[in-house]
């Protein structure tokens, strides 16, 4: 059973690996109108390594990461993992009302929540 768990999360990093592939794609053509060298001399990467990146077969560093949303102003979040930057911003709006306490319980009803999610 392992096995077959392992298997799976391996097939959802992969599916995720190629969607922030095709984030970082979009980003670079629709939103910064660079090439794959333009970018990548921004970004501190060859431009082949950015091809590799956008067809899924690659991964950013932490500190090309911080530069690419330097430069495109969307979070680490959004790049990383497509959550929508306002969501966030609202959601930590929302929660500074909170306790420390209560942001600790809720943060483990969110995580059982998406473990959940992941298992099914």
Do not use: P, W
Not at 25 to 39: A, D, G
Not at 66 to 75: A, D, E, P, V
């Amino acid at each position: 059973m392992n096995i077959n768990h392992s298997s799976k999360e391996i097939e959802l990093d992969k599916l995720e690996q190629i969607e922030r592939g095709k984030r970082i794609k979009f980003i670079r053509e629709n939103e910064l109108h660079m090439n794959k060298t333009q970018l990548a001399k921004e970004i501190g990467i060859s431009g082949q390594f950015l091809g590799l990146v956008e067809e899924g077969k690659g991964n950013l560093v932490y500190k090309s990461i911080k530069k690419l949303r330097n430069i495109s102003g969307h979070s680490a979040d959004f790049i990383l993992y497509g959550f929508d930057d306002t969501t966030i911003t609202k959601t930590k709006e929302c929660l500074q009302h909170y306790s420390e306490e209560e942001f600790i319980y809720a943060t483990k009803i969110i995580t059982q929540i998406a473990t959940f999610i992941k298992n099914t």
